[in-house]
C-alpha cells in the first residue's frame, strides 16, 4: 500500500499539465472542481500510505521508493526517490487536505474573475512542489520543492498583475526568500563536501562525523533558508505585503503550507541540530523574538488580513521556539492546528470581505454576526482556538510548546507567555470589531453612495500600514446606491469553514497530555526523533502552575480587547501607537538603506570597480598581447640576412649541446 | 706519411666557418651564393676525409650525392636570382624587404 | 711528400675562401672560388677519391662557376660593393662571434679525438680502398646496388631543375609586354 505513494504528487502534477493545456476551455467552475479533485485523491491516497504505514511494526516505518535517477555526475548521486515515514507522511496528509478545502472555497471565491483557470493552475503546481518538498528523500529534491513552492507564491501573490502593488509584494516575496535560499545552498555544499552525499538516509547515518562546529555551520545555514520561508526576524517582511494575493492563496501558501517548510526542514535536519547544539539556541531565540515582534505589530493593524499575517509570523516563531527548545512534537502539533485555525481564519476573512464587498478595513465593519452567520461562527471557533482557550486545539498546542520552553528558560517562556497575552488580545480585537459592536459600514456607505460613481476595480489595493486607504465601497453588484447589505457566501466557500472549525475544535485530542496513551501525535512521531526530543523535566506542580498563568493571560488579553474595543472604556488610538502601526518601521528602514549605502556601493561596485578594475583587467590582457606582438614582430625585419644570421645562431646552440653534453 | 685525417678535418671546419660568415656579412647575391659553394666543398672534404679514415665508400657516395645536388641548386638558384634581379641595377640583398613584419 | 700536397692545397684553398669573402668585385670572388675548388680537388686525389677529383673540377669549377660568371654578366651585377658600411645593425659583430664559436665547437672533438661526441651508429657500406679494383668500380659498386633509388631521384630532380630554371629565366611573351610592368615584378 505505501509503494503508491509517487501518485502523491504525481496527481497535482497531472492536473497542473491537463489545466496549463486546456483549462481555458474547462472554464469556470468546472476547472476548479477538476483541481479539487487532483488534490482531493492526492489526500485519498495519502490516507492511504498512511494506513499501509500505520500497519507496519513501529521499527519498520521508513520507506524510500526511488523513481529514477537524476543527478549522476561523479561523486554527487542524486535520485528523484521519495522518503515516507512518520514525518513525512503527516505533513504529507494535512498539506492535501486543507489544500482540498482551500481549492473548494476558491471555486467560490475566484468565481467571475478572467483568468480563473490559470489560478487553479498555480495551484495545482504549488501543491505538487510542496508535496515533492515534503516527500524528498535527499536535499536536492527538497530544494526543488522548496523553489517551487517560492516560485507559485510569486506567481499567485501578484496573480492581479495589472495592480502594481501586486506585482511588487509578489517580487518582494520572491526575492526575499532568495537571501534564505542561499544559506539553504550553502549548508547544502557543507553537507556534501563533508559527507559526500545529500541522501538523507546517508546523512542522518553519518552525521557523527561532522564536527560539533561543522554541524552548527550547517544548522545555522539551512535555518537561514528556514527563516526565509516561514518569515522569522529578519526575513519575515514578505509576508504581510503577500496579503495582496488573493485571500486562498493567503490561507493556503501563507498559513498552512509553505511557511512550514521551514519548521519541516528543521525537524527533518534534527540529526544535525543535535550534533552542533548551539544552532537550537539560536533557532529558539530567534522564534521567541519573531513571535513576540509580530504579535505587537498585529495589535495596532487596521486591515484584517494584516492581523492575520502578522498573526502568521507570530505562530511561526512560536514553532521555531519550539523546535529550539528541542520540543519538534511540539512545533508539529502546534503546525497542524495553525493550519487548521489559520487556514480557517483567513478563508473567513474572504468570506467577510466577499460579503462585504471587498472592504478590508475592520473600522469599517462591525456587527456582521447577523448577517453572516455561518462565517462568524467559524471565526468565533477559529479565534477561541488560536487565542488559547481550552479545550479547543490551540491551546493544548501553544502550552504544550510553553512548557518545553520552560524547560529550556524561563526568560524564552516569559517572552512566549506574554506574546500569548498580546495574542488572545489582537485576536480579540479582531472579533469585536468585525463580528460584534456596531455596524460602522452603514454610516459609511451612506456618507460614500452619492459620492461613488464609477465602477472600482473588483479588489481593491490593500494597505501597506495599519490604515487602510479608504476605497469607495463598490455597491455594484448588490443594486442601487445605499442598498448595501453585507450577505453569506455560497456553500462552497462554507463547507470548508465548516469542517475546519470542526477540527480546530477536536484537533487537540491528536496529542492530548493526560497520559502518555493520548499523545497520539508524539507517539507516532517519536523514532523519527528519537533521543533527541526533548523530554519535559519540568514537575507536575510547575506543569499546572505554568497551565493556570497561560490562562489567566488569555483571559486578560480579551478582557482588555473587549473594554477597548466593545466597552470603549479607553480609546482606541491610545492602543494603537504610530510605531506598531508601522511596524516598527522596519520595511522603511530597509528602503532608507538600500537608497543609501545599498545604492552607493551598487554605483561603485558598477562605474569603479566594474569599469576601471574588471574592464581594465581584461582590456589589460589585450593590451598585453597586442603590445608584446608589437615587440615581438620587430625579429621579422624582413631582411635576408637577419633570417640567416638567426638560422646560423640556432645551428651553432644546437650543435654546442650535442657536442657539450658528454664532455 | 700520410697526413692525419685530424688535419684535413680542421682544414674543412676552417674553410666551412669562412664560408658562414661571408654568407653573413656580404650584401651581394651572387657573392653569398658563392660562400654558400664554400660551405659545401667543405663538407665535401669532411666526409671524404672519413671515407678514408673509416675504410667506408660511404662517404664518397655522399659526396657524389651532394655534387648532383648542389648542381641542381644552383641552377635554380640562379634562375631566382635572375627572375628577381633583371630590372634592379645594383641590387643588394638587403632590398628585398617586402615580408619585414 | 703527402705533407708537401697537404700544405699547398691547403693554403690555395684558405686564400681562395678569404678571396670569395673580401672580394669586392665579384668576378675576383668568382676566380678565388676557383682556386678554393682546384684545391679542393687535389685533397680528393690526395685521399684517393678520383673520381670524385675528376667530377668535382669539370662539374664544380668547370660548369658551376662558369654559371655564376654569366649571371654576373648578364645582370651587371659587376659593380663594386661597398665594404665598409653595414647597414643591418649588429649583423657584422654577431657574425664574426658566430663564427668564432661555430669553430670552437668544431675543432673541440677534433682536439680531443673524441668522436664519439659527433657520431652516431657505425655501419659501413663497402670498403674505400682495395688492392684489386679501381676508385671508380667501388663507388659504382655501392651506387648501383644500394643507392639506386637514390641515383634515379637525382636524376629527376636534375630534370626539374632544369624545367626550373627555364620558366624562372625567361623573358615574358609579347603579349604580356603591352602595359605590363608589374607581372614579372617580385
Known amino acids: 500500500m505505501v509503494d503508491i505513494v509517487w501518485l502523491l504528487p504525481a496527481l497535482p502534477l497531472f492536473g497542473f499539465c491537463v489545466l496549463l493545456l486546456s483549462g481555458r476551455r474547462l472554464g469556470d467552475p468546472k476547472a476548479g472542481w477538476f483541481a479539487t479533485a487532483m488534490v482531493g485523491a492526492a489526500f485519498a491516497v495519502a490516507v492511504v500510505v498512511f494506513v499501509g504505514l500505520y500497519l507496519k511494526a513501529p521499527e519498520h516505518r521508513v520507506f524510500e521508493q526511488t523513481l529514477f535517477n537524476w543527478i549522476p555526475v561523479g561523486g554527487l548521486h542524486i535520485d528523484v526517490g521519495f522518503r515516507v515515514d512518520q514525518l513525512s507522511i503527516v505533513m504529507a496528509l494535512f498539506v492535501t487536505g486543507v489544500s482540498t478545502l482551500i481549492h473548494m472555497y476558491s471555486i467560490g471565491y475566484m468565481h467571475g474573475d478572467d483568468r480563473f483557470p490559470t489560478f487553479f493552475v498555480y495551484l495545482n503546481l504549488f501543491v505538487f512542489s510542496m508535496l515533492m518538498l515534503v516527500l524528498a528523500n535527499n536535499f536536492v529534491l527538497t530544494f526543488l520543492g522548496w523553489e517551487g513552492v517560492g516560485a507559485c507564491s510569486y506567481f499567485l501573490v501578484s496573480f492581479w498583475f495589472e495592480r502594481n502593488s501586486a506585482a511588487v509584494a509578489g517580487k518582494k516575496a520572491f526575492v526575499t526568500n532568495r537571501v534564505g535560499d542561499f544559506g539553504f545552498l550553502l549548508g547544502m555544499f557543507l553537507i556534501f563536501a563533508h559527507l559526500g552525499s545529500l541522501n538523507y538516509g546517508t546523512v542522518f547515518g553519518h552525521v557523527n562525523a561532522l564536527s560539533s562546529g561543522t554541524a552548527t555551520a550547517i544548522g545555522l545555514l539551512l535555518f537561514l533558508g528556514a527563516v526565509g520561508k516561514s518569515a522569522q526576524l529578519p526575513l519575515y517582511i514578505w509576508l504581510p505585503d503577500a496579503m495582496e494575493g488573493p485571500t486562498p492563496v493567503s490561507a493556503l501558501i501563507h498559513a498552512a503550507t509553505m511557511v512550514t517548510a521551514g519548521v519541516f526542514l528543521m525537524c527533518r535536519i534534527n540529526p544535525i541540530l543535535f550534533r552542533g547544539p548551539d544552532t537550537l539556541n539560536v533557532i529558539a531565540i530567534i522564534g521567541a523574538l519573531t513571535a513576540l515582534y509580530a504579535a505587537t505589530i498585529a495589535c495596532a493593524q487596521d486591515d484584517i488580513k494584516k492581523v492575520l499575517a502578522y498573526s502568521t509570523i507570530s505562530q511561526l516563531g512560536y514553532m521555531m521556539l519550539a523546535v529550539g527548545s528541542g520540543a519538534y512534537v511540539a512545533a508539529v502539533f502546534h503546525m497542524i492546528t495553525h493550519a487548521f485555525f489559520k487556514a480557517l481564519l483567513f478563508m473567513g476573512a474572504g468570506s467577510v470581505m466577499h460579503g462585504m464587498h471587498d472592504e478590508q478595513n475592520m473600522k469599517k465593519m462591525g456587527a456582521l454576526r447577523k448577517w453572516m452567520p455561518i462565517t462568524s461562527a467559524t471565526f468565533i471557533v477559529a479565534w477561541l482556538s488560536i487565542a488559547g482557550v481550552p479545550p479547543f486545539s490551540g491551546f493544548w498546542s501553544k502550552d504544550d510548546i510553553l512548557i518545553n520552553a520552560w524547560d529550556k528558560s524561563p526568560i524564552l517562556w516569559a517572552i512566549g507567555a506574554f506574546t500569548a497575552l498580546l495574542t488572545a488580545y489582537y485576536m480579540s480585537r479582531q472579533v469585536f470589531l468585525v463580528f460584534f459592536g456596531d455596524a460602522r459600514w452603514e454610516e459609511h456607505a451612506d456618507a460614500k453612495a452619492p459620492a461613488e460613481a464609477e465602477a472600482t476595480p473588483e479588489h481593491e489595493p490593500a494597505a501597506t500600514e495599519g490604515d487602510a486607504a479608504p476605497a469607495p465601497s463598490t455597491a455594484d453588484a448588490h443594486g442601487a446606491h445605499g442598498d448595501f447589505r453585507p450577505h453569506e457566501s455560497p456553500w462552497t466557500m462554507a463547507l470548508p469553514l465548516v469542517v475546519l472549525a470542526f477540527l480546530s475544535a477536536v484537533g487537540g485530542a491528536l496529542n492530548l497530555p493526560i497520559n502518555k496513551s493520548t499523545e497520539f501525535l508524539g507517539n507516532w512521531l517519536e523514532p523519527v526523533f528519537g533521543p533527541r526530543l526533548h523530554e519535559v523535566t519540568a514537575a507536575t506542580g510547575t506543569k499546572w502552575v505554568l497551565f493556570v498563568v497561560t490562562l489567566a493571560l488569555v483571559a486578560l488579553g480579551i478582557t482588555l480587547a473587549y473594554s477597548v474595543y466593545l466597552k470603549h472604556r479607553v480609546r482606541e488610538e491610545a492602543m494603537e501607537p504610530s510605531i506598531l502601526r508601522h511596524a516598527w518601521y522596519f520595511d522603511d528602514f530597509i528602503a532608507a538603506v538600500n537608497d543609501g549605502p545599498a545604492r552607493l556601493i551598487a554605483v561603485w561596485s558598477a562605474y569603479v570597480f566594474d569599469r576601471k578594475v574588471i574592464d581594465g583587467a581584461v582590456n589589460g590582457v589585450a593590451t598585453l598581447v597586442r603590445d608584446t606582438g608589437g615587440t615581438v614582430r620587430r625579429v621579422q625585419t624582413g631582411f635576408v640576412r637577419n633570417y640567416a644570421l638567426a638560422i646560423a645562431a640556432g645551428a651553432v646552440v644546437l650543435f654546442a649541446f650535442v657536442v657539450l653534453r658528454t664532455a | ?101 | 711528400m703527402d705533407w708537401a700536397v697537404f700544405i699547398v692545397a691547403g693554403a690555395a684553398i684558405l686564400a681562395g675562401a678569404l678571396g670569395v669573402v673580401t672580394s669586392r668585385n665579384p668576378v675576383h670572388a668568382a676566380l678565388s672560388l676557383v682556386l678554393t675548388l682546384f684545391g679542393v680537388a687535389v685533397l680528393f686525389v690526395a685521399q684517393r677519391a678520383d673520381f670524385l677529383a675528376v667530377v668535382q673540377v669539370i662539374v664544380y669549377a668547370g660548369a658551376i662557376v662558369v654559371l655564376f660568371l654569366f649571371v654576373i654578366m648578364l645582370l651587371g651585377v659587376d659593380q663594386a660593393e661597398n665594404l665598409e658600411v653595414e647597414p643591418l645593425a649588429g649583423q657584422r659583430p654577431a657574425a664574426i662571434g658566430i663564427g668564432i664559436a661555430g669553430l670552437a665547437l668544431l675543432l673541440l672533438p677534433i682536439a680531443f679525438g673524441r668522436w664519439e661526441w659527433l657520431s652516431g651508429q657505425p655501419s659501413v657500406v663497402g670498403p674505400a680502398r682495395s688492392a684489386t679494383e679501381p676508385n671508380v668500380n667501388l663507388l659504382a659498386k655501392a651506387l648501383f646496388t644500394r643507392y639506386l633509388v637514390a641515383f634515379e631521384a637525382t636524376s629527376v630532380l636534375l630534370v626539374i631543375a632544369v624545367i626550373g630554371a627555364v620558366v624562372l629565366a625567361r623573358r615574358p611573351l609579347s603579349t604580356e609586354r603591352q602595359g605590363e610592368t608589374v607581372t614579372e615584378e617580385p
Not at chain 2, 674543412?12 to 650584401?27: E, N, Q, Y
Not at chain 2, 654558400?36 to 655522399?62: H, S, W
Request: net charge positive; aromatic share 8%; proline share 1%.
Open chain 2, 1 to 101: 706519411m700520410a697526413v692525419p685525417g685530424a688535419w684535413y678535418l680542421t682544414l674543412a671546419a676552417i674553410l666551412f666557418v669562412i664560408g658562414a660568415v661571408g654568407l653573413l656579412v656580404r650584401r651581394n647575391v651572387l657573392v653569398m651564393f658563392m660562400c654558400v659553394e664554400l660551405m659545401l666543398n667543405a663538407v665535401n672534404l669532411t666526409f671524404v676525409t672519413f671515407a678514408r679514415m673509416l675504410n667506408d665508400i660511404g662517404g664518397q657516395i655522399v659526396v657524389f650525392f651532394v655534387l648532383v645536388v648542389a648542381a641542381a641548386e644552383v641552377v635554380v638558384g640562379l634562375g631566382i636570382i635572375v627572375a628577381i634581379f633583371r630590372r634592379r641595377a645594383g641590387a643588394t640583398a638587403d632590398d628585398i624587404s617586402l615580408l619585414k613584419g
